[in-house]
């Protein structure tokens, strides 16, 4: 299963990892856990704790962040 990690939550991340997510297998972090946690409760993603424990089978990362640092 190749599955898809979507990073920040926010206005426009959690619109899209929700629609992402009713096709696709996906996975869902953000600083604030408790965006990753409820988006997880409303849709079909599945909210992970920790960078450091993304799924082997992740192939494909989506970042949706606000600015170039906070991607570096």
Same mark, same amino acid.
């Given at each position: 299963?190749? !599955?898809?990690? %979507?990073?920040? =939550?926010?206005? #426009? *991340?959690?619109? #899209?990892?929700? =629609?992402?997510?009713? !096709?696709?297998?996906? %996975? +869902? %972090? /953000?600083? +604030?856990?408790? !965006?990753? /946690? *409820?988006?997880?409760?409303?849709?079909?993603?599945?909210?992970?704790?920790?960078?450091?424990? @993304?799924?082997?089978?992740?192939?494909?990362?989506? =970042?949706?962040?606000? @600015?170039?640092?906070?991607?570096?």
């Amino acid at each position: 299963m190749n !599955a898809t990690i %979507f990073i920040g =939550l926010g206005h #426009m *991340g959690a619109p #899209m990892a929700r =629609l992402h997510a009713a !096709a696709h297998p996906t %996975f +869902v %972090f /953000d600083v +604030v856990p408790a !965006a990753s /946690d *409820g988006l997880a409760a409303d849709s079909e993603a599945t909210a992970i704790a920790s960078l450091e424990t @993304t799924p082997a089978d992740v192939d494909t990362v989506i =970042l949706m962040l606000p @600015t170039s640092r906070h991607v570096e």
